[in-house]
Structure formats: C-alpha cells, structure tokens
C-alpha cells in the first residue's frame, strides 16, 4: 500500500514564502507562522500537481500566474460571516446612512468594502440599506467591494453560500427575505445584488484614479502588516475618501495620532475615523 506523505518545507523555503507573501500582499508573517503556511499551501501541491515546496515557488515567481494567484488567494482568505461584530452594522444603520440621507433623499452615497473576502460584509451593508430604505430603487446607494485575491472574487460576485455560511451571523427570517433556495445552495437576491459590486485591488498599492466614497469599511487587516505598510494603507484609504468620508475599522484595530487623515469619532460605543484635511 502506498501512503502520500506531506512534503517538508525548509527554512529556506519557509523564509522564501514569508518574502513573497510580504512583498504580494503587505502580510507580515514570520517563521512561527510555519503550521499557517503548510496548512494552507500543502493542498495547493495537491490541487495543482506539485511534488515539492520548491516547485511551487518556481511556478509563483510568475505574478499573473494560476499557481500565485491561487496563493495569494489561500494566504489572504480569512474567517468571516454575515453581520460579523455587528456594532459596525448597527453604526451603518443607525447614524451614518441617516446622517448623509437625513436633509437630501436624493444624495449619492457609495460605500466601500475593502479586504471584502468571500462578500459576507458587502452582502451584510446590502441588507441593511435594504431595511431602513425599503426600496433601494429610489436611492442613488451603491456597494463596491475589493480583495487581492482573483478568485475569491469571483466567488463573491456569484452571491452563493452553503447553509452553513447563511447560518453564521443570520436569522432565519433574514435568510428567508434576502436570498432564494437554489439546491442545496443559497443565492443573495438579485434587489440587493444589482447595488454591490466586486473588483480586485491590493489597497497597498499606490490609488489610481477611482470613485470616491462617503464611507469605507476595512476591518481585521491592519493587524497584518508592518508599521510603514499600516501608514500607507491608511494614505490610500484616505485618498479613496470623499470630505468628512467616514472609516470604519476592525474592533482590535486602532487609528494613532501618527498616521494623521483621520479624526476619531465615537457614537453609542461603536468607533469610527472621519476624515480630516
């Protein structure tokens, strides 16, 4: 009988790894972060027919290719839910959409999700704009959602989750109004998917010339990177900003004196950054 053994990763290989990741993502692992590593990349030697650690970093040198995509996307997927920390959504819903749509109806207002994973988040601001506007049709309120990963983007876009991932964060009467039953899969409504749009972007590289947003949302990322890596996200999130935009940031994270742009703003205990000139 035959026995697959896992491949060994060497320290240099590992060292090899933690370069690449750095220098593709701004993710700052080290070497106690081996058992993350292997977890996530030896079914990758599986899923593209690699024997070795070493074979796969041949094939990722290559940015555009299937093989660094695919790790890019196995390092950067994390946990999430629908409504994951929920104070931020309460915040969403209670004071800033009221705050831009309270003296003008007919206001535009765009919202970002960035780092968005596998859409849970964009699809959970969806919802809420659903429920205290009612008709999305006569509101000028648009979703857009970033990740680096191709193909957890596309993933995204398809609005489909197993009833596991519906039942993490969800009501079952919120499950029934927001999606249909497609098999054994459940689809978010197509009201609700026609305002949320996903595209791919690495928020460390410099901003090209996009959209502004009234609010933006990028939580559990900052934690990640490097000191240098966290000023400049929060340049580039800044940039993405209309005046007096509004950041929302994960509940571990934090915002300090150093990285200027923003000013901090506290409402019913949720936190939250405005955008200063």
Same mark, same amino acid.
């Given at each position: 009988?035959?026995?697959?053994?896992?491949?060994?990763?060497?320290?240099?290989?590992?060292?090899?790894?933690?370069?690449?990741?750095?220098?593709? !993502?701004?993710?700052?692992? %080290?070497?106690?972060?081996?058992? @993350? +590593?292997?977890?996530? *990349?030896? $079914?990758? =030697?599986?899923?593209?027919?690699?024997?070795?650690?070493?074979?796969?970093?041949?094939?990722?040198?290559?940015?555009?290719?299937?093989?660094?995509?695919?790790?890019?996307?196995?390092?950067?997927?994390?946990? !999430?839910?629908?409504?994951? %920390?929920?104070?931020?959504?309460? @915040? +969403?819903?209670?004071? *800033?959409? $009221?705050? =831009?749509?309270?003296?003008?109806?007919?206001?535009?207002?765009?919202?970002?999700?960035?780092?968005?994973?596998?859409?849970?988040?964009?699809?959970?601001?969806?919802?809420?704009?659903?429920?205290?506007?009612?008709?999305?049709?006569?509101?000028?309120?648009?979703?857009?959602?970033?990740?680096?990963?191709?193909?957890?983007?596309?993933?995204?876009?398809?609005?489909?989750?197993?009833?596991?991932?519906?039942?993490?964060?969800?009501?079952?009467?919120?499950?029934?109004?927001?999606?249909?039953?497609?098999?054994?899969?459940?689809?978010?409504?197509?009201?609700?998917?026609?305002?949320?749009?996903?595209?791919?972007?690495?928020?460390?590289?410099?901003?090209?010339?996009?959209?502004?947003?009234?609010?933006?949302?990028?939580?559990?990322?900052?934690?990640?990177?490097?000191?240098?890596?966290?000023?400049?996200?929060?340049?580039?999130?800044?940039?993405?900003?209309?005046?007096?935009?509004?950041?929302?940031?994960?509940?571990?994270?934090?915002?300090?004196?150093?990285?200027?742009?923003?000013?901090?703003?506290?409402?019913?205990?949720?936190?939250?950054?405005?955008?200063?000139?």
């Amino acid at each position: 009988m035959v026995v697959d053994v896992a491949p060994t990763m060497t320290d240099r290989e590992l060292q090899r790894f933690i370069e690449h990741v750095k220098v593709h !993502t701004g993710i700052n692992l %080290d070497s106690s972060k081996r058992y @993350l +590593l292997e977890s996530r *990349l030896g $079914p990758i =030697l599986q899923k593209l027919s690699l024997n070795s650690y070493a074979d796969l970093l041949r094939c990722v040198s290559v940015e555009s290719s299937i093989e660094n995509q695919t790790l890019i996307s196995a390092i950067t997927t994390n946990e !999430t839910y629908f409504f994951r %920390d929920e104070h931020p959504f309460d @915040l +969403l819903k209670y004071k *800033l959409i $009221p705050d =831009l749509l309270g003296e003008n109806e007919q206001a535009i207002v765009k919202i970002a999700s960035a780092a968005c994973s596998s859409g849970q988040e964009a699809y959970s601001m969806a919802m809420v704009l659903k429920e205290i506007l009612f008709d999305l049709t006569r509101f000028r309120v648009k979703i857009k959602a970033f990740d680096i990963s191709d193909e957890i983007i596309t993933t995204a876009s398809r609005g489909e989750y197993s009833s596991f991932e519906v039942q993490r964060g969800l009501t079952t009467e919120k499950i029934r109004c927001y999606f249909d039953r497609i098999g054994d899969h459940y689809q978010i409504k197509p009201e609700l998917r026609s305002i949320v749009s996903f595209s791919k972007k690495n928020l460390l590289k410099p901003v090209e010339p996009i959209e502004k947003f009234n609010i933006i949302f990028c939580r559990n990322v900052v934690n990640y990177f490097e000191e240098n890596d966290r000023a400049q996200l929060f340049k580039n999130l800044a940039s993405m900003l209309l005046p007096n935009g509004v950041l929302v940031i994960g509940a571990t994270e934090f915002l300090n004196n150093q990285f200027g742009h923003f000013e901090k703003k506290v409402d019913k205990g949720s936190v939250y950054y405005e955008k200063v000139a």
